[in-house]
C-alpha cells in the first residue's frame, strides 16, 4: 500500500498519547513481540497489532481508525507482559479504539464491528442495576446489532435458546434454580444504583 | 493465614452461570475455617467491557471502599474481578489526586488504600498456604488435570501473582490433592476466547477449541480452572463449540474450588458438581 504523506496526520499519535492507556506509544521500537504471540493473530493472520501502531505513528489516522482489526482484541494482556518497551499495548489499542468511538460518535466514521453496540449493552445494565443483567444485554444488543427487533430477537435466540436451557436444565437461570424462583432472568438490582448513576454521569460526561 | 476474615466479592456470574464456583468457593473457604463476608450491596467490576480507566477506577472503588470499611482484605474467585480490583488499588494508592477525584463523584467512593485485593487461588496457595492445605486433607483426587490458568492470573506484571508463562499454582494445588498434571504449559495462559463471544463468536469458539482439545489430546480427565468467564466459555458454552465447528469434544471442565473440596472430603453436591454442563461423573470415580 503506497503511503501519501500529504494525508497523513501527524498530531494522531499525540492524540493517541492524550488518551488514558495511550501514554507509551511513542516507546515501540517495532520488534513485532506483541504480534508473534498473540493468539488472535494465530487464528487471523492479519491481525498485526505491531502494524497499527507504526501506522499510528506514521499518521495514517484514517486507514488505523477504520482498520476493522481493531476490534478483534480479547485483551488477554499476552502483548502487554511481553513488550520490551512497556507500550502497554492493550491499552494503547483500546485508547485508539475510544478515539474510533468518538468519532463515530461526531458522524465522522462509521465502524461495522458490533462490538461498541456490545460494550455500551452491558455498561447500561450496570448503569441501570449496578450488576451485569444478561438477558437486559442481549435484548438491547442484538436487535441494535442485526437493525431491527424482530431480525434482532431470531438472532438472539439462535444464540442462546440451546444454551438457555441447558443454563435451565442445570439449575443456573430461571424456574429449576436453587437460589430463587427467577434467578438469572430478572436483574440483580443493587441498592445504591443512584450511585451507579453518578459515576456513568461523571465519568462520561453524560 | 492469621486473617481468618475475609470480604468477598462474588462477581456477576456467581448468581447465574457460575453458580458452581460460586458454592464450592464457599464450601471450601467455610471448611479451611475462613469466613468470607460478602461485600454488602457490591457492584459489577466493568470486566473487560469498561475501555475506560477512570470508569474501572470508579466501579472497583466503591467495592473496596466497602471492603475498606470492614478492615478486611477482599477475595474473589473471578479473574477479571481481580484485576480490576487490582489496578484500581494499585492507581489509588499511587495517586492522591485520583483519590480526590473518586470522592467527588460520591463520599462511597472514597478509598484510602489500607487494603489488598487477591485472588483465590493466591489465597489458597499463598496466604492459608500449602501446609494448612495439606493438614486438611483427607482424600485423593486421582484425575488428570490440564491446569488451565487463562489471562489474568499471570498478566498484566502489575496486577499478577503467578508466573505469565509459566505459572504453577493450580499445578501445585492438583499435586498436593493427589492429581497429575497433564503437559499443558503450552495452553495454560492462552486465552478462551470469552470477550469476543458476543461479537466474534467464530474466533472465540477457535481459541477455546484449541484449549479444549489440546486438554483432551494430553489425556487430561478434565481441565481445571479459577475463573468464571473461563467457565462460560470452555464448560457452558463447550456444547455451542462443538455445534459450530461440527466436532465432539466432551471434555470436563471444573473450578479448581471443586477439585480442592473433593479432596477436603466434601460431598460432592455441596461442591455443585452436578451444576456443570459436561458431566463430571468420571472425576467422582477417582476419588479415593
Not at chain 2, 471492603?67 to 481481580?82: F, H, N, Q, R, W
Request: glycine share 8%; with cysteine.
Amino acid at each position: 500500500m503506497p503511503i501519501k504523506t500529504w494525508e497523513l496526520d501527524p498530531n494522531f499519535k499525540n492524540e493517541i498519547l492524550n488518551e488514558p492507556g495511550g501514554e507509551h506509544l511513542t516507546a515501540c521500537y517495532q520488534c513485532s513481540t506483541c504480534t508473534l504471540g498473540c493468539p488472535i493473530t494465530e487464528i487471523v493472520p492479519s491481525y498485526n497489532p505491531r502494524k497499527i501502531i507504526q501506522m499510528s505513528l506514521l499518521g495514517m489516522r484514517n486507514e488505523v481508525l477504520s482498520n476493522p482489526d481493531l476490534w478483534i482484541c480479547a485483551i488477554c494482556q499476552t502483548c502487554t507482559a511481553r513488550c520490551p518497551q512497556d507500550v502497554v499495548v492493550g491499552d494503547v489499542l483500546a485508547a485508539i479504539r475510544r478515539i474510533a468511538e468518538k468519532e463515530e460518535e461526531a458522524g465522522n466514521l462509521k465502524i461495522e464491528s458490533p462490538r461498541p453496540l456490545f460494550e455500551k449493552a452491558f455498561l447500561h445494565t450496570v448503569e441501570k442495576y449496578g450488576r451485569l443483567y444478561d438477558i437486559g444485554l442481549a435484548l438491547e444488543y442484538y436487535p441494535k446489532r442485526e437493525g431491527g427487533k424482530v431480525s434482532g430477537i431470531k438472532a438472539m435466540m439462535n444464540d442462546y435458546k440451546d444454551f438457555g436451557m441447558r443454563m435451565a436444565f442445570k439449575g443456573k437461570m430461571g424456574p429449576l434454580g436453587g437460589h430463587g424462583l427467577l434467578k438469572g432472568v430478572l436483574p440483580s438490582k443493587i441498592k445504591k444504583t443512584d450511585v451507579m448513576k453518578k459515576i456513568f454521569e461523571k465519568v462520561e460526561g453524560k | 493465614m492469621s486473617e481468618k476474615k475475609l470480604a468477598f466479592l462474588p462477581g456477576c456470574p456467581s448468581e447465574a452461570t457460575a453458580l458452581d464456583q460460586e458454592i464450592s468457593t464457599k464450601a471450601v473457604f467455610k471448611a479451611l475455617g475462613v469466613e468470607l463476608v460478602e461485600i454488602e450491596d457490591w457492584n459489577c467490576c466493568g470486566a473487560a467491557e469498561a475501555e475506560d480507566p477512570k470508569l474501572v477506577y470508579a466501579l472497583n472503588a466503591r467495592n473496596l471502599a466497602i471492603a475498606e470499611k470492614d478492615g478486611l482484605d477482599v477475595v474473589t474467585p473471578c479473574s477479571i474481578c481481580y484485576y480490576n480490583l487490582a489496578r484500581t488499588n494499585n492507581a489509588l494508592k499511587a495517586d492522591e489526586k485520583l483519590r480526590a477525584e473518586m470522592a467527588e463523584i460520591d463520599p462511597s467512593l472514597s478509598y484510602n488504600g489500607t487494603i489488598t485485593p487477591k485472588h483465590i487461588l493466591d489465597v489458597l496457595m499463598n496466604d492459608i498456604g500449602v501446609d494448612e492445605l495439606k493438614s486438611k486433607i483427607v482424600k485423593k483426587v486421582e484425575v488428570k488435570v490440564a491446569p488451565y490458568y487463562g489471562c489474568y492470573i499471570g498478566r498484566p506484571l502489575e496486577t499478577a501473582f503467578d508466573d505469565p508463562d509459566d505459572p504453577v499454582l493450580m499445578d501445585q494445588l492438583i499435586e498436593l490433592i493427589g492429581g497429575e498434571n497433564v503437559p499443558f504449559s503450552y495452553m495454560k495462559t492462552k486465552c478462551c476466547g470469552g470477550p469476543l463471544m458476543m461479537t466474534r463468536a467464530d474466533i472465540a469458539f477457535e481459541m477455546a477449541r484449541k484449549v479444549l482439545e489440546t486438554a483432551k489430546n494430553a489425556g487430561a480427565d478434565c481441565v481445571a480452572l479459577a475463573c468464571p468467564l473461563c467457565g462460560m466459555m470452555l464448560d457452558a458454552k463447550q456444547p455451542d463449540v462443538e455445534k459450530a465447528l461440527g466436532i465432539k469434544i466432551g471434555m470436563p471442565v471444573v473450578y479448581i474450588t471443586q477439585l480442592l473440596g473433593l479432596a477436603l472430603g466434601i460431598d460432592p453436591k455441596s461442591l455443585a458438581l452436578e451444576k456443570n454442563t459436561i458431566d463430571t461423573k468420571v472425576i467422582l470415580g477417582k476419588v479415593v
